[in-house]
């Protein structure tokens, strides 16, 4: 058995404000936890939680990983548009032309999502959250599919989209060019071993897929850190 994506991890300056806000977008529940992350629970078919995780860092330059909402309808999209903000979002210009449908906004920290327009073929069968959609190179689409045991649901042009076998989202990546990486992403995948499972085992494996090591002298209790061939950094968590 594979590895399975645990959570999606968001670096914040505040955690439980930036988790109040998601929560309010998304209708998610917080979990109880007596970490300093603040973690919330899927209420769909999502198949991960999302955590968020304290950091003094500043945000630079655009994220390699962003939220695409879907809308069922122009008024569900302007809902979410409008519920949005109230929670604290804000618009943004990423080069986005008047006559595309989607609308985009950042979050409070400055991540930036997008509110999909209805009858987006592509994401017609996925839930609210339709897609996490990635900077990315084809070679990093291949990578996740092998590593998380998802089949790719697109690869044309050197596209590619992976989705679990028991649905919730999309994970997309849009090719070359690939945006530079600038500093550690704020957005990460913590991934979960096989229950009782051998996790230098499965680190290996990844190895063996083209993900490098980032931090060799971590503690064995710890997560570890690595990166993916486009060197997004993910962790492997410890085997529960």
Request: some cysteine; overall charge negative; proline content about 8%.
């Amino acid at each position: 058995m594979t590895c399975h994506l645990h959570a999606l991890c968001l670096d914040a300056g505040r955690p439980l404000g930036l988790a109040r806000f998601w929560s309010g977008v998304l209708g998610w529940k917080m979990a109880d936890d007596s970490h300093d992350d603040v973690v919330l629970l899927p209420s769909d078919d999502t198949g991960f939680r999302i955590r968020f995780l304290p950091t003094r860092e500043r945000k630079v330059g655009p994220n390699r990983m962003h939220f695409d909402l879907t809308s069922t309808s122009l008024e569900d999209q302007q809902q979410t548009v409008a519920r949005s903000l109230a929670l604290g979002a804000r618009h943004i210009d990423v080069g986005q032309r008047p006559e595309e449908g989607h609308v985009v906004l950042a979050d409070p920290d400055g991540n930036e999502f997008c509110v999909i327009e209805p009858g987006n073929n592509f994401l017609a069968d996925c839930g609210f959250i339709g897609a996490l959609a990635c900077d990315g190179s084809q070679e990093v689409g291949y990578f996740w599919s092998e590593a998380l045991g998802w089949p790719l649901v697109w690869d044309q042009d050197q596209e590619t989209a992976i989705r679990s076998p028991h649905g919730g989202p999309k994970i997309t990546w849009g090719g070359p060019p690939v945006m530079p990486k600038t500093g550690k992403n704020r957005l990460h995948f913590d991934l979960a071993p096989p229950a009782h499972g051998d996790r230098q085992a499965e680190v290996d494996r990844l190895l063996s897929l083209g993900a490098t090591r980032i931090d060799t002298a971590q503690s064995e209790a710890g997560p570890v850190l690595m990166a993916d061939p486009d060197g997004n950094e993910f962790r492997v968590l410890t085997p529960r």
